[in-house]
Structure formats: C-alpha cells, structure tokens
T-cell receptor
Framework: AQSVTQPDIHITVSEGASLELRCNYS??????LFWYVQSPGQGLQLLLK??????LVQGIKGFEAEFKRSQSSFNLRKPSVHWSDAAEYFC?????????????FGSGTQLTVLP | SAVISQKPSRDICQRGTSLTIQCQVD?????MFWYRQQPGQSLTLIAT?????????ESGFVIDKFPISRPNLTFSTLTVSNMSPEDSSIYLC???????????FGPGTRLTVL
C-alpha cells in the first residue's frame, strides 16, 4: 500500500534561516505529489504540486520542492523563512484507488519560527 | 479554483447525539471527500462522496456511523452518528476535478463531544 513519511515531527528555525522539510513516499507508479500548509484554525492551502516535467517545482510564498525519483523523496525548501511561515506542513500523494483519486497524507511537520 | 464552505464551523455536542456537517462548493467538482483530523494528527480519509449513490468508505469507517450524502456536484453532507468523545476531531471536506489537480479544502468543522 502507498504511504507517505514525514520523518520530522517538529522543526524549529530562526527567522531568515533556510528550511528543508523532508517527505518520502512509497508508491509503485509515478505519483502526483503535493505540499499543503495548515495554519492554526485554518483549512489546508496548497503550496505546490508535481506530476511531471521539471523535477524542481516552484510554489507560493517562496517555497520550492524537488522530486527525486531515486530517493522517493519530495522535500520542501525555502531559502529564508519568515515568522508567518510557522504552521503545520503536510506532504501528500495522489493515488488511484480504483473508483476515485484520493490523497494520502503524511503525518505532518510542525514548523516553529524563532524571532 | 474552488471555494469550499462548511457549516457549522464548530460545535459542542453531547454523547449519543448526531451532528450533520454541510459542505458547499462554489463550482462543480468531480470528486468530493471527507477527512477526519484528530487532535495533533494528520488527515485520515473517511470516504469519497459519490453523486447520487452511496459513498465509498475507507477501512475503519462505516456508513452507519458516518452517513454521507451528495445530491449534486456542489453539495455534500457528513453525519457523525451516536457520538462519543472519541469522535472529537476536525472534519474537513475537500473537492477536486481530476487526478493531479489541486484538491480544495474547506475550513473544517471542529467537533467536541462531551
């Protein structure tokens, strides 16, 4: 069965520092990969997605992610973190369940930004 | 894009009662899903809401506990039946058009069962 692993439960960085959130997936075919962000009390907002083409994808809010097939990874990066980036980040894989496409989410990484 | 709204945004309910959550999309979507997010946890898919037919439930979720309706392409309801404190969670509705397209999420319904 497909799965998504986010090995870091909680990450703390200083404002202005670079950020990398890790995501590994287990899926037989080429997956559709997503990163979502959830701010406190908010729904989920899509940061970026990948399903083909250039393996480095750009998203909103200055985020980017790189798909590495050999490592089954789709890590999220930002060169300079802002205090407003503090939130929960979820990696997700779009899988075909047969009757419908659905998302399988990782366990999430909570990001704390220090002033 | 699609904007998804949910009602109610939050509720506090007594054990043994039922709550129906409404999900409204501002445009037609092919797929609609219901997720549960338990405190401090990730999202778990409850079911796929199918228009005009019975929902498709994931392992561990059953229709008697979580009946779902989807009468048209823009509206769905999820009922949490015979609630217990273990049902205290955020319930999120999402919608999408096709594989690879963004799934749009509602703001969620925060349910507390006493």
């Amino acid at each position: 069965a497909q799965s998504v692993t986010q090995p870091d439960i909680h990450i703390t960085v200083s404002e202005g520092a670079s950020l990398e959130l890790r995501c590994n997936y287990s899926y037989g075919a080429t997956p559709y990969l997503f990163w979502y962000v959830q701010s406190p009390g908010q729904g989920l907002q899509l940061l970026l997605k990948y399903f083909s083409g250039d393996t480095l994808v750009q998203g909103i809010k200055g985020f980017e992610a790189e798909f590495k097939r050999s490592q089954s990874s789709f890590n999220l990066r930002k060169p300079s973190v802002h205090w407003s980036d503090a939130a929960e980040y979820f990696c997700a894989v779009d899988v075909d369940s047969g009757s419908a496409r659905q998302l399988t989410f990782g366990s999430g990484t909570q990001l704390t930004v220090l002033p | 894009s699609a904007v998804i709204s949910q009602k109610p945004s939050r509720d506090i309910c007594q054990r043994g009662t039922s709550l129906t959550i409404q999900c409204q999309v501002d445009s037609q979507v092919t797929m609609m899903f219901w997720y549960r997010q338990q405190p401090g946890q990730s999202l778990t898919l409850i079911a796929t809401a199918n228009q005009g037919s019975e929902a498709t439930y994931e392992s561990g979720f059953v229709i008697d506990k979580f009946p779902i309706s989807r009468p048209n392409l823009t509206f769905s309801t999820l009922t949490v039946s015979n609630m217990s404190p273990e049902d205290s969670s955020i319930y999120l509705c999402s919608g999408g058009l096709a594989r690879g397209d963004e799934q749009f999420f509602g703001p969620g319904t925060r349910l507390t069962v006493l």
